[in-house]
């Protein structure tokens, strides 16, 4: 597929499958330029999962007690965009349960291109359309003790880094009982948003746990910064209830400098970096 690159410790791309109780222990390392117009979807075990195409009947596909003990290392990838996961690269479509899975290997991207997204269980859940009667995607009872990196420090696109999920486009989707472990750290240039749990956050976020120091370095010195000890941004009229962090937060950008005043915002927190919308 000249338009998509999948790569899994266990399975380059699942579609609709049931699948559990299995490992993955051999290191990941894609180290040369990738040129072109290709979205790169890498995990520990999944590089990508597709669940419905069609109105959803209330069953999920399930993906239960799957782990990545092994490193996961992208270098200088150039793709349309690229998105890392400690378990599974890029959830896609809905009606798909990630249950019980855990990664204790680090998570490491440095992107030079588009935008890019890496999580410690799921790099990005993707959008579904509105007009569909589905169930949405589930992230339960997952925990993630490996340190999740991204080092971008020219791009000016967004990129999102959460100890659980990058990130999500979507609303109707959820993250349950998740415990994070792993430092996040983000170096780039604009819009960095690391989060302990997850970073750009369309979806309800319940009794989640993060232990875990989230940094956000003096590489960033341009807008729009969300950093926080769950959620990085919250850009829906979503809730996050019964999360606890634990773990140091830190902003040391040069965002909030006075040339910056008039082109965003930058925000840090214990528990929401920036809330567009949300309780």
């Known amino acids: 597929d000249a338009n998509h690159i999948w790569a899994g410790g266990l399975i380059g791309s699942s579609y609709r499958g049931l699948i559990s109780n299995n490992s993955n222990t051999g290191e990941i390392i894609i180290s040369d330029n990738i040129t072109g117009n290709a979205s790169m979807y890498v995990g520990g075990c999944f590089g990508a999962l597709e669940g419905n195409t ?17 490193s996961i290392t992208i270098n200088k990838a150039v793709t349309k965009d690229t998105l890392l996961g400690g378990v599974v690269g890029y959830l896609y479509l809905v009606d798909v349960q990630v249950e019980e899975c855990s990664n204790s290997g680090a998570i490491t991207l440095t992107q030079q291109g588009a935008s890019s997204a890496a999580g410690g269980i799921v790099g ?10 589905v169930n ?8 993630n003790t490996g340190a999740v990196s991204m080092n971008s420090p020219a791009n000016k696109n967004w990129v999102h880094v959460g100890g659980v999920v990058g990130g999500t486009t979507h609303s109707n989707t959820s993250i349950n009982g998740c415990i994070n472990r792993g430092d996040v750290t983000v170096a780039t240039l604009s819009r960095s948003n690391p989060g302990g749990i997850i970073s750009q956050c369309q979806c309800n976020v319940t009794n989640c746990i993060n232990y875990g120091t989230i940094y956000s370095t003096d590489a960033h010195k341009d807008y729009f910064s969300g950093t926080g000890g769950i959620v990085s941004r919250l850009n829906d009229a979503v809730t996050v209830s019964g999360c606890k962090n634990y773990g140091t937060v830190i902003y040391n950008g040069k965002g909030f400098n006075g040339a910056n005043t008039n082109k965003g915002i930058v925000g840090q927190g214990g528990i929401a970096g920036l809330m567009n919308k949300g309780v």
Not at 55 to 70: E, M, R, W
Not at 124 to 133: H, Q, R
């Open 54 to 70: 069609a109105p959803g009947d209330g069953s999920f596909y399930k993906y239960t007690n799957c782990t990545n003990s092994a």
């Open 124 to 133: 990005l859940i993707a959008k579904t359309s509105s007009s569909k009667p």
């Open 136 to 143: 949405g995607s589930q992230i339960n009872n997952c925990t």
